[in-house]
């Protein structure tokens, strides 16, 4: 196994849970999809684990929720800069 599969940022798994749960995003592309994420990760600081679990126990409710509001809002920011930016062929 490569250290690259051994690794991962929580924060995406955040956001991409918060997206799914948007209904605007229902009319957008996978490229589109693909720039909002990305969007909203430039706004986050990165939060790399190994396992899932560790994140789980490591995390205060406190810092969890801290986290949730700063991911709905990066969210709701990349998705009006993507629809402000957007590309042709998207």
Known sequence: MTIDA???NYYEKLVIDD???RPEIEDK????????ACVALNQLPARYYRFSVD???YLSVQE???MEVDVEKAATHALA?????HRDGD
């Open 19 to 21: 997206l799914k749960g």
């Open 29 to 36: 592309s996978e490229n589109e999809l693909a720039d909002i």
């Open 55 to 57: 994140m789980a126990f």
């Open 64 to 66: 969890q929720h801290a």
């Open 81 to 85: 800069f993507v629809a402000g930016h």
């Open 6 to 8: 051994q690794i991962a």
